[in-house]
């Protein structure tokens, strides 16, 4: 007798036609989506004994095998097989039938449900409706379910007793090693690695002797709880350790301002470094903008012109009247870039329209738009290298790094910062195709070239500047030890102090630069740090890396061998913050609410320093993008070129008004210094090529009006003139051309035949 095959990795489900057909049916996942195979095995009389399993218990492989030996054993060798049936859902359940009382169906049933009234209507319950009956034993019981198919000989029911006598003998192994599960963890934990790989190797490999009746599996389960329950052990015991100390030389304790060791600031002469005697815009922002560097700026534009205007060219062609650009030509271009910058308009060419609504006579009073436009086009900043090109190393910031260190020498040259001082990055606004370009969606220009910035915390001055241009920046940083964002801080920290000859400076920087390591290494160099600092910097307490969780308005602070302090403060979200000159004392602050009302409340003092001092370089920014000369270009270094302009302009007025307090003055708005320096930088310089309105010449009425006879003649060359009368260029569409002239005035106006020859000569105002 040929046996059905049944797959004993997956839980089954049998259903009785009405036709005495019994359908058994290999059980589809949750999901549905598994394929299900059908198979329908066909007898005179249903088989002698059918159990029913449900699918909720883990099944031992031997338990799987001997389950599916016994079914296979037992099937008659007519059964045949079927195609598989695609299925989606759940397989469908037949409609109720009616069975005889002396089916072997109904033996099985009451061995499950027992006899009597109560029994008889379950057990009708059930086979109405065997799905929800199945759904029910799962929910009540969690032991592991099986199907055993036999014939109607007497030794049926004895192989499932037996069966049901094993199911229940590993039940009580479970639970016993359940009980043990704990010593044996601790015992696990004591062996070598190589007894540990040697017992998951024999939990892993089948017991062959399984098979027979009287197998035994303790080993099996033994391993099967080593695999499920690690897990639960291991955290079971991480639950009764004691918590994480934090790491080594960290305290949990209030500290005090004065427990740290306050370095002194040596530094001398601070402030303004220049000369007393200045009094007008232009002579201060000359400290930046020097003679010497505009000098320089204009040879490199002439010989950049003259090597781009060796080729032929139109006989219209703007370039037909370039002339070399003059020292005073090209402050006058830096005077009308500022006021470009204060009068916004959508095209360059608009600031030189003669439209009513677009006039402006200042810019035509001072250039011609084409000469303008030379110029602008033409400039050039730095020459390129000596050297041949395919050897020479020529650097991603050439075309501007004269300028670039020429302003930052200037900048720490005239001007030393007091003891605050903070270092941020700044963004020059560029979407071209650049390498370097970055992006930070925090800053209000968010694509550019960023530029790293040390500001004086009281006055917002710029004191030195760092332009990224990828990876030749950060070679060039000391310190390759250490990450970038303490790299360039220490640069630009030890630039400073080799200007200033001092030391005992407080530095202020956000998270991106904050850390332990690099507070440790600008302590060597005798510098203060505070700066708000993000929890999985390297070098923090262990409480803090794996998350505070704190009250509104609660701080806790840690300290460590009373150089160091991290604070933890939590308003409407959680502030880490990181000090060597700080302490976490609080003091008491009132703010605005809603309504007008005043909450009192303890801060700490290291957040309402850094509030106040942090936003140095944000104001430099401000001041830079209110009034900035914006135009787009594909040249990144025109846009590097025109911010350092803007940084030369603040810089100057903070100095120029810096002078005007100390002599008892009030200090003036920012645009207005804008506009008396843009008047200084134009001085004299005017655009004489335009055609000069005056009176016009009486030679020409004498000649005209003088009574003699006038002839018309035609001009002999294909050449036209316009119509001294009716032509009119400055209307669109108003030009009138003609041959013919007037032979006998002396200027031989060009004229056409009838109406305008004899208005001409006989009119005074012919027009």
Request: charged share 30%.
């Amino acid at each position: 007798m040929e046996a059905a095959h049944i797959s004993p990795e997956l839980p089954i489900r049998w259903v009785v036609s009405a036709d005495g057909t019994v359908e058994i049916k290999e059980e589809v996942t949750e999901l549905g989506c598994d394929q299900a195979n059908e198979r329908i095995l066909q007898e005179e009389t249903p088989p002698s004994s059918i159990t029913e399993r449900g699918t909720g218990m883990k099944l031992i492989r031997l338990g799987r095998r001997l389950a599916s030996e016994m079914a296979s054993s037992h099937i008659k060798e007519e059964t045949p097989e079927l195609e598989p049936v695609l299925t989606n859902e759940e397989v469908t359940v037949l409609g109720p039938v009616h069975l005889e009382e002396e089916s072997p169906v109904f033996d099985l049933l009451r061995s499950c449900f027992g006899s009597g009234p109560t029994s008889q209507k379950s057990l009708s319950s059930s086979l109405s409706d065997p799905v929800r009956h199945c759904r029910k034993k799962q929910k009540k019981t969690k032991t592991t379910n099986s199907l055993i198919v036999s014939d109607r000989r007497e030794g049926g029911n004895n192989q499932i007793d037996h069966l049901q006598t094993e199911e229940s003998r590993i039940e009580q192994t479970e639970t016993e090693t359940h009980r043990e599960k704990l010593p044996q963890s601790r015992q696990r934990e004591s062996l070598q690695p190589e007894e540990l790989a040697q017992m998951m190797d024999e939990a892993e490999s089948p017991d062959e002797s399984g098979l027979d009746d009287d197998f035994d599996q303790s080993s099996d389960e033994e391993a099967v709880h080593f695999l499920l329950n690690e897990d639960s052990v291991e955290s079971e015991k991480s639950d009764h350790e004691p918590d994480a100390q934090p790491e080594e030389g960290w305290k949990q304790a209030s500290v005090s301002a004065d427990a740290f060791t306050k370095l002194p600031f040596t530094v001398r002469n601070k402030g303004f470094q220049g000369s007393t005697t200045l009094r007008t815009e232009l002579e201060f922002f000359q400290l930046f903008f020097t003679d010497a560097l505009c000098t320089e700026i204009v040879n490199e534009t002439n010989r950049h012109a003259s090597v781009k205007l060796t080729g032929p060219r139109r006989h219209n062609s703007i370039w037909n009247s370039w002339k070399p650009v003059t020292l005073p030509e090209m402050k006058a271009f830096f005077g009308v870039v500022l006021n470009m910058g204060l009068n916004v308009k959508t095209d360059i060419k608009e600031y030189f329209s003669g439209e009513w609504p677009d006039r402006m006579p200042f810019f035509k009073d001072v250039f011609k738009r084409s000469r303008f436009l030379q110029i602008f086009w033409m400039l050039h900043l730095c020459p390129p290298p000596t050297q041949v090109p395919q050897t020479a190393f020529v650097s991603r910031g050439q075309k501007v790094r004269n300028v670039v260190s020429y302003i930052d020498s200037k900048c720490r040259e005239l001007f030393i910062p007091g003891r605050d001082i903070c270092i941020d990055e700044s963004t020059v606004g560029f979407k071209g195709r650049i390498i370097f370009k970055c992006y930070n969606p925090q800053k209000p220009t968010k694509w550019g070239m960023r530029v790293f910035v040390l500001a004086d915390c009281e006055t917002g001055y710029v004191s030195a500047i760092v332009p990224y241009f990828g990876s030749p920046t950060t070679d060039s940083l000391p310190r390759p030890d250490m990450q970038f964002s303490s790299r360039i801080v220490l640069h630009l920290c030890k630039t400073l102090l080799r200007t200033t000859n001092g030391h005992g400076f407080h530095l202020f920087t956000d998270r991106f630069y904050t850390g332990y390591d690099l507070a440790m290494e600008l302590l060597k160099i005798k510098i203060h740090l505070t700066g708000t600092i993000m929890a999985n910097r390297r070098g923090l307490p262990a409480p803090v890396k794996q998350g505070l969780k704190l009250k509104t308005n609660e701080p806790v602070s840690f300290s460590k061998d009373n150089k160091v302090m991290v604070l933890g403060w939590k308003d409407k979200r959680l502030v880490l913050m990181l000090s060597t000159f700080h302490g976490s004392d609080c003091e008491k602050v009132q703010r605005t609410i809603k309504r007008g009302e005043i909450q009192e409340l303890e801060k700490p003092s290291v957040i309402r320093d850094y509030t106040s001092k942090m936003g140095a370089v944000d104001r430099a920014d401000h001041y830079c993008a209110s009034y900035a000369f914006s135009r787009k270009s594909l040249n990144w270094w025109r846009k590097m070129f025109f911010w350092l302009l803007e940084v030369a302009i603040v810089n100057s007025a903070i100095l120029f008004n810096l002078m005007k307090v100390e002599s008892g003055q009030l200090p003036v708005r920012h645009k207005t210094f804008r506009k008396a320096l843009l008047v200084q930088l134009v001085g004299n310089v005017r655009n004489t090529g335009s055609r000069k309105r005056g009176r016009p010449s009486s030679v020409d009425r004498e000649d005209r009006l003088n009574g003699k006879p006038h002839f018309l003649a035609k001009k002999e060359s294909k050449s036209t003139k316009d119509c001294t009368l009716c032509s009119d260029r400055k209307k669109k569409g108003g030009r009138r051309e003609t041959v013919w002239f007037c032979k006998t005035c002396s200027r031989k106006p060009g004229l056409h035949p009838g109406d305008c020859f004899e208005r001409f000569h006989t009119m005074d105002k012919y027009r």
